[in-house]
T-cell receptor, first 113, second 112 residues
Framework: SQTIHQWPATLVQPVGSPLSLECTVE??????LYWYRQAAGRGLQLLFY??????ISSEVPQNLSASRPQDRQFILSSKKLLLSDSGFYLC????????????FGQGTRLTVV | GENVEQHPSTLSVQEGDSAVIKCTYS??????FPWYKQELGKRPQLIID?????GEKKDQRIAVTLNKTAKHFSLHITETQPEDSAVYFC???????????FGKGTKLSVKP
């Protein structure tokens, strides 16, 4: 069966520090991978998606970047965090063809102080 | 791109009553509409979904209806129970990859 791992679960970082959140998927090949951010009152906002190794699409301009160095690994990064980057970050995957269920990781609660 | 509007943002019902959450979408090409339930501090999980070739789908106490002409779909929960209390998100597929675009969520509270 397929599983998705996301870490860390919680993170407190000072303003201006770098960020690296990692997500891995097991039990499937060539998944679509996603990073979502959940902020209070704004629902689930799609940040990045990837259809293959090295292929990243950004949905919104921001202080964050994403990379996919391996087929089942998706990384969310920032060089310098802002207070507004605080939120609940969720990694997700779906089958390549899309228009199907997305499976979410456990999420990372990021607090920028 | 796709835009999904969800109402209401909060909903409080008595145990045993029904709850209805409504969503509208903008992209007439969207053809997949899932609903997710997120309990406090946990990941969203799929509870029911519907595709554009179907008008209604039921699974025990939950049902989803889709009106393609009006571009809206709704979640119906009957005989609500306290464990139904959570945030519910609707979503619609978007673009050639079918990425899911979510509504802002509805916080449902079921009072015993």
């Amino acid at each position: 069966s397929q599983t998705i791992h996301q870490w860390p679960a919680t993170l407190v970082q000072p303003v201006g520090s770098p960020l690296s959140l990692e997500c891995t998927v097991e039990g499937t090949s060539n998944p679509n991978l996603y990073w979502y951010r959940q902020a209070a009152g704004r629902g689930l906002q799609l940040l990045f998606y990837s259809v293959g190794i090295g292929q990243i699409s950004s949905e919104v301009p921001q202080n964050l970047s994403a990379s996919r160095p391996q087929d089942r690994q998706f990384i969310l990064s920032s060089k310098k965090l802002l207070l507004s980057d605080s939120g609940f970050y969720l990694c997700a995957w779906s089958v390549t063809q899309g228009r199907t269920e997305a499976f979410f990781g456990q999420g990372t609660r990021l607090t920028v102080v | 791109g796709e835009n999904v509007e969800q109402h209401p943002s909060t909903l409080s019902v008595q145990e045993g009553d029904s709850a209805v959450i409504k969503c509208t979408y903008s992209d007439s090409a969207s053809n997949y509409f899932p609903w997710y339930k997120q309990e406090l501090g946990k990941r969203p999980q799929l509870i029911i979904d519907i595709r554009s070739n179907v008008g209604e789908k039921k699974d025990q106490r939950i049902a989803v209806t889709l009106n393609k002409t009006a571009k809206h779909f709704s979640l119906h929960i009957t005989e609500t129970q306290p464990e139904d209390s959570a945030v519910y998100f609707c979503a619609a597929s978007s673009g050639s990859q079918g990425n899911l675009i979510f509504g802002k969520g509805t916080k449902l509270s079921v009072k015993p």
